[in-house]
């Protein structure tokens, strides 16, 4: 007879602990499968002192399959169930599709950022919720202070230096405090020519910071803040986001180029396509944590409605402190179900008290109740979060002392782009990677310099930065390269028609692709190059994405975000998204379509021989040019264009 297999998706904390606890109450005798898209269980509560360089993004990542003995690990994120066949449909990180069998269910698929219908937010914001906007964050914020030091205009310098982020919660709170004190270490170091210094703002419409906790320590915290130099401002929230600022709800504009977004979480959108009874965007389950009229069906976390025994008619909120320990009891009831182990019993638990580290040694807490601040509470706190760590609390302790003794590196990794962690994601803890359907929004999120933005100038592989937005002073820090403003109303980009001519050819001399330009004297037998079908498109013309990067690699943007759709009952979330066909990209230095070779427009099709090079014209000119592109000239052959970096494209002899 086989053995029962139990399905688990999710890994956050109330699906690493229902997988922890079944493998221990089971003992190989069900089979245990946990679905997640990273092979890691994230620690939330840490998330802030990655963002502020505290802690290595490894030391708050535990590994599932290194901790979690006798558990299958699959990768991938679930995006349609089939109740009555009792299968999970996923999608691989590598796009590759795949069905899960199960006997009994587990849905702890956790919450992602909550939207408000807020003109420009999703565009110009970002949320704070997995690790890859935590690398973003970090690198932003250092980049925006080092760009500020180097401004001579006090105006650029005072708006690179103001950080906005909506939301006085646990999460927002942390995120202000530490991002005060990051910064101004930073300037310590590096004082502004202006003489300004960094400005945190922290809003919120309630009445008070932290309105989840005791008014105590609400005011401690809220002190702490004020004390730090944050700019408090309850009751006042964000009415408009854009390019250069927000407005607020009390008619002040503020000049910003970082807007966070900590308003709150909402359930992962995959619990609305089953259409059982929903509280709030959450699936009602019993005070055993099962699904009503679904046996084999049971729901922890932030996506499960329990009801709070302790205070009738209530559920229980969305924290951390509970998911964990929704997890032990959901574990202890499934194995029970199946007769192999563990105690039915309902979900009752007594609140602890709560934590909020607000960096250094201040910390505001009540363990238990006893409201606690200063360094007592910032010791309580820390050792809450290395007691409830379910691994590297070593390392996470080591990066503390290193902390206290040492200064922190302030420098850009450049490993997350803007564009890959935008707003409207249903996965905040995947980065978004070009190539994929859902990379679709990649310049959803603007362009680096206004909240939320693309970086700047991102290196185009043998070519020059690009300026991202119109008035907007080009990055001169790229190597190999000058600057170029190739937007509406700025300078002409260089190697456009009546621009300079572009320094990045090989030999060094300038090459004019673009018709009524001079030669390029790259080619062989130094022909010019004007535009041929088959070579490099016109990098950056107004109003065409271009490439992206700085391996060269092109990613796709899209105008604005798109929040996913709902989903029908039975329906998968992938069928139920819009097709995010990815458009051709002229400003790009090729453009491919997968499964083909490049055509002599630049693009691939399918069983299309490569062009080669010859000494002479070609006998065949070829297919014709597509409408987007100049002719070729009366003297030119169609055929592939030398690349500017030196290395051979596909095809070339």
Known sequence: MSRPRIVIVGAGFAGYRTARTLSRLTRHQADIVLLNPTDYFLYLPLLPQVAAGILEPRRVSVSLSGTLPRVRLVLGEADGIDLDGRTVHYTDPEGGEGTLRYDRLVLAAGSVNKLLPIPGVAEHAHGFRGLPEALYLRDHVTR?????????????????????VVGAGYTGTEVAAHGQMYTDAQVRRHPMRTGMRPRWMLLDVAERVLPEMDERLSRTAERVLRQRGVDVRMGTSVKEATHDGVLLTDGTTVDTRTLVWCVGVRPDPLVESLGLPMERGRLLVDPHLQVPG???????????????LTKPGQYTPMTAQHAWRHGKVCAE???????????????????????VDLGGAKAAANPLGVPMSGPAAGAVTRGYHLAAMPGNRVRVAADWLLDAVLPRQAVQLGLVRSW???????????????????A???GSAGSEGGPGRTEPAERRQGGEPAKARPGEEPAKGQPGGESA??????????GQPGGESAKSQPDGESARSQPGGEPAKSRPGGEPAKAQPGGEPARKHPGRPGADGASGERHRTSESARPRPAHAPGTSRKAAEPSAAPKPSTGARRSEAPGGTRSSGGTRSPGAPAPTRSAGPPADPGP???PNQPPPGPDIAPGPVKRTDGRAVEGDS
């Open 144 to 164: 925006q202070v080092e760009l500020a030091a180097a401004a001579d205009d006090r105006a650029e310098c005072a708006a690179r230096c103001t950080f906005v």
């Open 624 to 626: 014709e040019p597509p």
């Open 294 to 308: 679904r046996p084999e069906l049971f729901a922890c976390g932030d996506v499960a409605a329990v009801p709070d």
């Open 485 to 494: 403003k190739s937007q509406p109303g700025g300078e002409s980009a260089k």
């Open 420 to 438: 890959s962690v935008p707003l409207e994601s249903a996965s905040p803890e995947v980065a978004r990677v070009p190539g994929r359907p859902d």
């Open 333 to 355: 009831n499934v194995a029970a179900s199946l007769g192999i182990g563990g105690q039915r019993r309902a979900y009752r638990h007594r609140d602890m008290g709560f934590v």
């Open 440 to 442: 679709g929004s990649a």
